[in-house]
């Protein structure tokens, strides 16, 4: 696909770049940089050099047309001509009362220009050649379009094969207009776009394109895979049509920062598997290596601290291993728990040294027996039966309901 080019050459650089004769070349000396063609031109006036050339503007194309050879009343004869025409073919048999959609074929894929009527019948006898300086492309990353200016490393004009044609509207009013053909990628742009512009990189493929219809098409349209064809990216102003000068073309720096925000999210999601990774084998690695190094240290320390640290070493060795493995099931002896847990609430004066107390920490024990000498004393003097305990009104609970004292007397 080709929809966007450069193109700021004159009439004689044009002439040169299809292979036609220039008044310098004729004449003979000269690097003809600003002199003119030697051959007719039409309509030159109509063209506006530009950095960012899309469909609808007028640009130098080389055809040939026939013209009366000799003097008046002699045989015509095909020569070549340089006329401007407008970039977006519209075909000689749209409705005079159309207005022209320039986008509509500005490109023409040379695999089916046999098959369709608006390109078939211009194969014949209306063949052009389309001369630029470089054409832009864009590479879709993601949501981002970042566009590339391709050209030839020696900065010589590219030449595209292309058609034309003629159409006149309502008004009498004559437009010239033409289309690229494009053809599938070459092997170095494939990483670009799936289509390229069919570039004639010879004298040879512009004569057999312009000149000689015998040869097949299959043997001209095909991808352009000379090295010298380079390219960089520029600026993403090139998506305004507006966007003009040499900034156009100006090479940009792509940094990271410029990735998709695609990747971003990509190298997120695999962090906390690689993290969790790492971390067991850090866990592991270090317990292991202190516990090395404390052993390693036991002959040169004070001797009542090797129980100490010979313990330190294996919490810190039983701890990465609980870090590592994790999904196998692991029993503990809650005894274990429970006498650490009685030892340090001891140490900090939280458990009285009274051994009942220690094995009765909050007291219930203490407080049902006092509560049962005195339901007893209660029915001693009231001369009740000791299976009916006497309830506090105070301290009892509501009618209808049992009472903990009922109950260790059923007991």
Known sequence: MCGRARCTLSAAQAARAFGFPTATSAGGGGDGGGDAPAVRTLQM?????????????SLPVGTLRARAAGGEGGAEEQGPVIQCMKWGLVPSFSSKTDKPDHFRMFNARSESIKEKASFRRLIPKNRCLVAVEGFYEWKKDGSKK???????????????????DTWTNSEGETLHTFTILTTHVSTSLKWLH????????????????????????????????????????????????????????KEVKIGPSEKPISNFFTKKAAAPVKSEKASGEFAETQAFKTAKEERDNDSGENP??????????????????????????????????????EGIKKEDGMLPDDPVEERDPFGIKRKIEDAGVEAE?????????????????EKGPKDGQASLFSYFAKK
């Open 194 to 249: 799936d289509r390229m512009p069919v570039i004639l990189g010879d004298e040879d493929s512009v004569n057999a394109w312009l000149n000689n219809s015998s040869v097949k098409l299959e043997e001209i349209t095909v991808p352009y895979e000379g090295t010298d064809l380079v390219w960089y990216p520029v600026t993403t102003a090139m998506g305004k049509t507006s966007f003009q000068g040499p900034d156009c073309i």
């Open 45 to 57: 006036d109509r063209f506006r050099p530009s950095y960012n050339v899309t469909p609808g503007a």
């Open 304 to 341: 009542s601290n090797k129980t100490e640290q010979h313990h330190q070493a294996s919490l810190e060795k039983q701890s990465a291993s609980s870090t590592v493995v994790k999904n196998e099931p692991v029993t503990l002896d809650p005894q274990v728990f429970y006498k650490a847990d």
């Open 146 to 164: 970042q566009p590339y200016y391709i050209h030839f490393q020696d900065e010589r004009p590219l030449v595209f094969a292309a058609l034309f």
């Open 377 to 393: 004393m209660e029915m001693g003097k009231s001369g009740r039966s000791p299976v009916t305990p006497v309830r506090k009104k």
